[in-house]
């Protein structure tokens, strides 16, 4: 697959990958490479690694504890404390090995370290492929609210190697589909139709075409001003329900993509009823997203603490809460108010 030019970096495909991440660390003559994994990573996808990483420079890995729960700024303190005990500098670069949580965090503690130091993007989970790796976007969560701190800062590069996927569940794969699927939904509607079809599909493929929709969309709005907020379909609603299943006692958490399918079918019923997208298509989006994810049943008494979850969405203005809505498949209204009625009518259809 041919290499992809972001904002100010190449995304790279399998062995190319390596070959120019070894020329980017012999040009820029770094003092020290920090490899940033968590256990599961570090066990599954280090060894498939480090053969392939070219260097006389001192490797040194940080190893953090895996989940959405650890992405927060006790966890960068640790990081960032880690690398002064190991001598990091100004020319260190940082490497981060793994899914959403390490790209973010990683990202968003090179980029404060010293006031910035390299890093590279290595996703190993399909959906930190698709989304996480590209766009620029680092950060944390804050307590259970998602993506509260962060900043805009572009890798040096980003490698994408389909090999690591080999390391993950099948229900990591199904949570990276679910953005596979809104780059169907807003952008183009031919990959909703192959996932919805599913006749001889190839990861490589749908990944290489989600990396090209979400780079198209970002170096036209680098910092989600207008076109951007696109990406943000089914992600209102479906941050509100992962943060209050993550910090509910009771219940299992959902993973990101599990939470963002479920916004996609409220998002969707929202849609029909204040913008008119045709509901045929609203039945489409709910039946591919119950053909992949398990069901999960929002309990009315649940609804109130969703909603005020909603209240904190980083992409609020004065208080009020900004949905991306659709006229039809790859059309769009961003910043659109939703009555909380038809926010808790959007749930009941997705129950029923």
């Not at 045709?278 to 039946?287: A, G, I, Q, S």
Request: proline content about 2%; aromatic content about 8%.
């Amino acid at each position: 697959m041919k290499s992809i030019k972001a904002v100010s970096y190449p995304v790279h495909f399998q062995e190319k990958g390596y070959e120019e991440l070894s020329n980017l660390i012999s040009n820029k003559n770094y003092s020290t490479l920090f490899i940033l994994a968590d256990e599961n990573t570090f066990e599954c996808c280090y060894p498939k690694f480090i053969p392939n990483l070219k260097t006389d420079i001192r490797i040194e890995v940080i190893e953090i504890e895996s989940g959405e729960i650890n992405k927060n700024l006790e966890t960068c303190a640790g990081v960032w404390n880690a690398i002064t005990e190991l001598g990091g500098d100004r020319k260190s670069l940082v490497i981060t090995l793994g899914g959403g949580v390490i790209t973010d965090l990683g990202g968003f503690v090179a980029s404060c370290y010293k006031r910035g130091i390299d890093f590279v993007n290595i996703p190993t989970t399909l959906l930190s492929m698709v989304d996480a790796s590209v766009g620029g976007k680092t950060g944390v969560d804050l307590g259970v609210l998602k993506n509260q701190i962060g900043l805009f800062a572009n890798p040096e590069m980003v490698i994408v190697d389909t090999n690591y996927l080999e390391t993950v569940t099948e229900r990591e794969i199904k949570s990276g589909t679910a953005e596979i699927i809104k780059y169907g939904i807003t952008y183009d509607s031919k990959l909703f139709y192959e996932i919805k079809n599913n006749k001889g599909l190839d990861i490589k493929d749908l990944i290489f075409r989600s990396i090209e929709i979400k780079n198209e969309v970002v170096l036209q709005d680098p910092k989600e001003q207008n076109l951007r907020k696109i990406l943000n379909f089914g992600h209102t609603l479906g941050h509100a329900i992962e943060s209050f299943y993550l910090e509910s006692e009771d219940k299992e958490n959902l993973t990101h993509g599990e939470a963002i399918a479920i916004g996609m079918v409220c998002e969707s019923y929202i849609s029909e009823k204040l913008l008119g997208f045709p509901t045929e298509k609203v039945l489409e989006v709910k039946d591919v997203v119950l053909s992949i994810y398990d069901k999960i049943d929002l309990l009315k008494e649940d609804f109130s603490a969703i909603l005020e979850l909603l209240k904190h969405d980083k992409k609020n203005v004065n208080g009020q809460v900004n949905f991306v809505l659709l006229n039809d498949f790859e059309d769009y209204k961003i910043d659109c108010k939703v009555p909380v009625d038809l926010i808790i009518e959007s749930m009941e259809f997705y129950n029923n």
